[in-house]
């Protein structure tokens, strides 16, 4: 159980487009999903929280309208990086808390390559 | 606030010796604390979790952490490693509030296992 899925594994994109990257939750109903940014060889950089049926929750430094975030139903929601730059090249990972659960025990989706170039 | 230190960027062991990664938190609550591991260009998968029921945990994999309150620790252990556990480790405690009654998770840096054949 608690699975995570996300959408696309890995995307190449050209400067100035924009990519949008789903995250579900397979098994459980999320009523709050995590976004993440991953840097080679660093640790998970925590970007917004999602709350199913309202504003996604930014953190200080991350762009609200160049990372577009939706989580329109329990077990759905999508980052949309907008304007793409080659310094938007990184490891997205989403992660989901299950509600049922009192322990706030997150569950990690594996992880979008976006490549801007 | 919430924090975690993990001791040591990078841990090598042989093969069939004792794994041990330290984590010290810190919390101005009673701790929520986690262990995921994460294979290269993966998302995180959840080892073992403490949420203040039984101090010695046990995980997947053969993994298991004792919390020591009285050294705010948190360590995860394995008595004979294995090649395959060779992967990035991250401790994580319970964070910040983020609505819709859940909370953040606040990252160690992560510590980088080796194991040596």
């Known amino acids: 159980g608690a699975v995570v899925s996300q959408h696309p594994s890995r995307v190449i994109c050209k400067s100035g487009t924009s990519v949008k990257i789903e995250c579900r939750s397979l098994?459980?109903?999320?009523?709050?999903m995590f976004w993440y940014r991953q840097f080679p060889k660093q640790s998970l950089m925590l970007m917004a929280t999602s709350n199913e049926g309202s504003k996604a929750t930014y953190e200080q430094g991350v762009e609200k309208d160049k990372f577009l975030i939706n989580h329109a139903s329990l077990t759905l929601s999508t980052l949309t990086v907008t304007s793409a730059h080659p310094e938007d090249s990184s490891f997205y990972i989403c992660s989901a808390r299950d509600a049922r659960e009192t322990t706030d025990t997150q569950y990690f989706g594996p992880g979008t390559r976006l490549t801007v170039l | 606030a919430q924090s975690v230190t993990q001791l040591g960027s990078h841990v090598s062991v042989s093969e069939g010796a004792l794994v041990l990664l330290r984590c010290n938190y810190s919390s101005s609550v009673p701790p929520y604390l986690f262990w995921y591991v994460q294979y290269p260009n993966q998302g995180l998968q959840l080892l073992l979790k403490y949420t203040s029921a039984a101090t010695l945990v046990k995980g997947i994999n053969g993994f298991e952490a004792e919390f020591k309150k009285s050294e705010t620790s948190f360590h995860l252990t394995k008595p004979s490693a294995h090649m395959s556990d060779a992967a990035e480790y991250f401790c994580a405690v319970r964070g910040a509030y983020s609505g819709a009654g859940s909370y953040q998770l606040t990252f160690g840096k992560g510590t980088k296992l080796s194991v040596i054949p």
């Open positions: 098994d459980f109903q999320a009523t709050t």
